[in-house]
T-cell receptor, first 116, second 116 residues
Framework: DVKVTQSSRYLVKRTGEKVFLECVQDMDHENMFWYRQDPGLGLRLIYFSYDVKMKEKGDIPEGYSVSREKKERFSLILESASTNQTSMYLC???????????????FGPGTRLTVL | AQSVAQPEDQVNVAEGNPLTVKCTYSVSGNPYLFWYVQYPNRGLQFLLKYITGDNLVKGSYGFEAEFNKSQTSFHLKKPSALVSDSALYFCAVRDKLSGSARQLTFGSGTQLTVLP
């Protein structure tokens, strides 16, 4: 079974703190993704990476950065946490997109971040 | 641009009755379509996907979905609902013409409640 793990299930931080969310996958997937999930808004893509040291902005990258130094690990960084970043954060991974198919994403359990 | 709509925030159905969770999409070309399920305090789990071929797709836990190109829909169905099917369901779409790994757009989610 594919396993995507996230470093914390619940996290409480204070406004202005630097926050690191870690994600690790064990299936040698090329693609990794960070989403945030908010009620009524579904999942919104923050950043994704298709290779080590490669990253692309998603739909809502402001206030976030990412790091991918190893293939299996993808980190989301909140440089200076704000209360509007209180949310559920989901990491996902998938094999590289092919020309005639598209591979499903496998998700971690999520990190519920509260910024006070 | 691509988008997906789940017109119902909440669906209630009695146990043993058939269930339908609706999804419509908009893409420039042809779509890849997905359904995911999220149980409380868990990440998303893949249910099924439509890539090409037969319009009726069968997936996990007895779920199926029908791709209807003329109506741009991909409704999720199950002949006989179980209480354990109660969860949050997400539809997602990717345009086959999209050249980037990121282009999976999620709907806002439908909360399914199966009543005993």
């Amino acid at each position: 079974d594919v396993k995507v793990t996230q470093s914390s299930r619940y996290l409480v931080k204070r406004t202005g703190e630097k926050v690191f969310l870690e994600c690790v996958q064990d299936m040698d997937h090329e693609n990794m993704f960070w989403y945030r999930q908010d009620p009524g808004l579904g999942l919104r893509l923050i950043y994704f990476s298709y290779d080590v040291k490669m990253k692309e902005k998603g739909d809502i990258p402001e206030g976030y950065s990412v790091s991918r130094e190893k293939k299996e690990r993808f980190s989301l960084i909140l440089e200076s946490a704000s209360t509007n970043q209180t949310s559920m954060y989901l990491c996902a991974s998938s094999f590289l997109v092919g020309l005639s198919s598209y591979n499903e994403q496998f998700f971690g359990p999520g990190t519920r971040l509260t910024v006070l | 641009a691509q988008s997906v709509a789940q017109p119902e925030d909440q669906v209630n159905v009695a146990e043993g009755n058939p269930l339908t969770v609706k999804c419509t999409y908009s893409v420039s070309g042809n779509p890849y379509l997905f359904w995911y399920v999220q149980y409380p305090n868990r990440g998303l789990q893949f249910l099924l996907k439509y890539i090409t071929g037969d319009n009726l797709v069968k997936g996990s836990y007895g779920f199926e979905a029908e791709f209807n190109k003329s109506q741009t829909s991909f409704h999720l169905k199950k002949p006989s609902a179980l209480v354990s099917d109660s969860a949050l369901y997400f539809c997602a779409v990717r345009d086959k013409l999209s050249g980037s790994a990121r282009q999976l757009t999620f709907g806002s989610g439908t909360q399914l409640t199966v009543l005993p």
